[in-house]
């Protein structure tokens, strides 16, 4: 328990790579590091594509709800909603809990209803749009899950308990992981427990941006309701979201439209069909697409690398290494790396050599030396590494010793 109160001491992230398991699993990791620290802590849960524009009317509201959290009710926010969407759940109210606060006994959870639903929830008045926020006792929470999703609770537990912390927090164990099942935290627990309330809220300024059309609303537009961002070139076009982030979009005579350009993709669709894109992800997911599950910039308990170029038996990235960083002492088994410096100063190991390299200087590491990266500055280090080889795989790296935990024991 001691080792548990460190790591929830020292934890400023939960990492859950290289394997996601939906909010269930999500908050319970959060929960166990909370509960390490203090057995009566309670969580403010918040997803991270929301929007709320009257912080005063939350405040009030998370003043309301963490009462009852204490009390041993866990509580979510339902939004007073101004139009019948389809793209949101809904919360039916029960048991009266405080008129005049708008509490109530959570009664029915609803999935995101057709069109005719909608409407007659909300002309029911008693509806309101499920925000997926919540406050609860960690302690709570895992008792909950416990009697409910033991499965999830029990993965949840054992990641925690394997966990390994460093300075960017907390890395869950990815094995223990695999075995959780993939349950939003309304399907594990909020639509089976009867401790679920909710705290009614109006005049918020609440959006859950789901989908880039949903974004777009909250954009400035030109007068023919387009929003533009980034190199953006467009002639007869109306009401349509574009956006680049890493080369020019061009568009011509299209309407309605989500147009989006990153380092990996573009996305066209329509405006009514952009809450649809996760079919999609789930095609390419079936296909064993790279792009379904890995960005092309990825984060590393040192810093970052960002893949810029690939082809037969090469591929070049850009590798940014935080100050004080250091990546592992290794050696790859298939590939041979040139390192060039771009911006910093590199402490470099190279077989038998000690380096130290600023801007321009570069090194060519053969294929089977023991090299090691570090940044000894104060300034981010950046540079790029040309790889080349018959396999270039992540999985090519044998670590001897590793700052962060991973080398493996044995």
């Known amino acids: 328990m001691d080792q548990l109160k460190e790591i929830g001491r020292e934890a400023l992230s939960i990492v859950m790579e290289p394997t996601s ?14 509960a ?8 403010l849960v918040l997803p991270s ?5 009257n912080e005063v009317a939350f405040r009030q509201a998370v003043d309301i709800a963490t009462p009852l959290a204490h009390d041993g009710h866990i509580v979510t926010f339902g939004i007073v909603p101004s139009e019948p969407r389809t793209g949101f759940g809904y919360i039916r109210c029960g048991a009266v809990l405080s008129k005049e606060l708008g509490a109530y006994r959570v009664d029915t959870f609803i999935e995101k209803p057709d069109a005719e639903s909608a409407e007659f929830l909300i002309r029911a008045g008693d509806a309101f749009w499920n925000s997926g926020m919540f406050v609860l006792k960690a302690k709570t929470y895992l008792d909950e899950l416990q009697r409910w999703a033991p499965a999830i609770a029990n993965a949840a537990r054992d990641a925690f308990i394997a966990a390994h912390s460093d300075d960017n927090g907390v890395t869950l164990d990815a094995k223990s992981l695999e075995s959780c099942p993939n349950l939003s935290i309304d399907h594990a627990v909020l639509e089976k427990s009867d401790r679920v309330s909710v705290v009614t809220i109006d005049d918020l300024g609440w959006n859950d941006i789901g989908s880039w059309s949903a974004l777009g609303e909250l954009s400035p537009c030109d007068e023919q309701g387009n929003v533009a961002i980034g190199d953006i070139f467009h002639e007869s076009v109306s009401g349509t979201y574009i956006r680049a982030s890493h080369r020019m979009v ?5 309407t309605d439209l989500v147009i989006v350009e990153t380092a990996d993709a573009v996305l066209v669709a329509g405006k009514n069909s952009a809450q649809d894109v996760k079919s999609i992800v789930e095609r390419l997911k079936a296909d064993g697409r790279k792009e379904s599950i890995t960005h092309t910039r990825v984060n590393r308990p040192w810093g970052s690398y960002e893949s810029i170029a690939d082809g037969p038996r090469f591929q070049v990235k850009r590798i940014v290494v ?14 041979a790396e040139h390192w060039i410096v771009v911006k910093g100063t590199a402490h470099v190991v190279n077989g038998d050599q000690d380096l130290l390299l600023t ?3 570069s090194t060519y590491i053969p294929v089977g030396t023991l090299h090691r990266l570090a940044n000894p500055g104060k300034l981010p280090l950046e540079l790029i590494e040309v790889q080349s080889g018959p396999y270039l795989g992540e999985d090519d790296i ?4 590793d700052r962060y935990g991973r080398v493996p024991a044995g």
Do not use: F, K, Y
């Open 250 to 254: 061009a568009a011509v005579g299209v």
């Open 322 to 335: 935080a100050p004080g960083g250091q990546l592992s002492l290794q050696l790859h088994h298939h590939r």
């Open 398 to 401: 044998v670590r001897l010793e």
């Open 49 to 53: 594509d929301h929007v709320i524009a």
């Open 36 to 43: 390490a620290c203090d057995p009566d802590a309670t969580l």
């Open 359 to 361: 801007e321009n200087e």
């Open 21 to 34: 398991r939906n909010t269930a699993s999500a908050i319970a990791a959060a929960a166990h590091v909370a």
